[in-house]
């Protein structure tokens, strides 16, 4: 049965996880299921070629890993093949066969669509190649031997508890009322960011010290098609016309930044004052507007950090050699569990700004006013 909960404690395991280059993972000491008897692989060619099949391009994040994936992979000598599926889910399958009919001996896929991808990945598996799920779980499919992400249902308990602070600290004392909003339903993390900032903030719906004024919590009621921001800020404005005419809108559960940002336009039009709003990415623009004291929060999941986990991963394929995994329990696509090796988000507001964002030379000038 899938699970619809994701674990917290996977990333503070005890001992070290491992996924074999063949496909036997497991804990140090032990061996699981799906690696059992498994043949060990010698790896393949230091020049072979690597697939990077991207999403379209609706965050800043995305465009990012486009660069560096192919400085990276490069310079680690191999031949990278890293496109974006601006034209949708049938572009990214035949991206995936043609990357497949080139010979990819790794293909990392960022999915538009996690549940459409299973006959391509089977392609590629059947080709000998290995298949790693970069950002985005893939669903529905034996075809995905590893997944490389930021703790995703982490992120939504950070933006659900980011929530919760930002109306105490700006919003003196409840009851709130806050408006939610999810990501696309045909995005894999979209569930796990709602989950996890429902986790946190269900409990205090269910006392009264939240309401949801339009009385739309379902993930159904409150998912954004495509991630697209028109179509966030046209379900805020009926909303806010609707149900808050002579109601204060107190904050707003948003899955990312660029959603955020169009949830704080609606409300600038609807003549409201400013809401508590949470985001994701660190995309420019939101950096500004939390240093300026408008959008609350966003997560920083550093893409330059996962890019290299993911190449990381790939050189240790290619050499035969153990690629590391911190969690085999969490993440079940439907048809296995998949191993995965998961990143710490960190929530970011204008009191840690700064310190969040030292290391990062595009991101830090920002805080500086």
Sequence with gaps: MRRTTFALAATAMAGALVLTGCGDGGREGGTTDAGAGAEEEAGFAAD????????QKTSENWVLAEELFNEGLREAGFEPIVQFAN??????????????EQGAEVIVVGAIDGSQLGTQLEAAKDGGAYVIAYDRLVKNTEAVDLYVAFDNFQVGVLQGTALLEGLAERKGEGPYNIE???GSPD??????????????????????TLVVVSGQT??????TQGWKAENAQRRMDTILSGSYADTE????????????????????????ETPVVTGQDSEVESVKSIVAGEQYSTIYKDTR??????????????????ADVNDTESYDNGVKVVPAYLLTPLIVTQENAAEVYENDES????TQG
């Design 218 to 223: 379902t993930f159904e009621q409150v998912a």
């Design 87 to 100: 034209g949708g889910v049938t572009e990214q399958q035949n991206q995936i066969q043609a990357m497949v």
């Design 249 to 272: 809108l107190h904050g707003v559960l948003s899955p990312n930044d660029t959603l955020g940002r169009a949830a704080l336009t609606a409300v600038a039009q609807a003549g409201k």
């Design 187 to 208: 995005d894999a993390n979209s569930t796990p960011f709602f989950e996890g900032a429902m986790s946190v903030l269900q409990p205090r719906i269910d006392d009264g």
């Design 180 to 182: 939610l909003i999810a």
């Design 363 to 366: 991101l830090f000038p920002l």
């Design 48 to 55: 072979a070629t690597i697939g990077v099949a991207l999403p």
């Design 305 to 322: 950090e996962l890019v290299a986990q993911t190449i990381a991963t790939i050189k240790a394929l290619q050499a035969g050699e153990e």
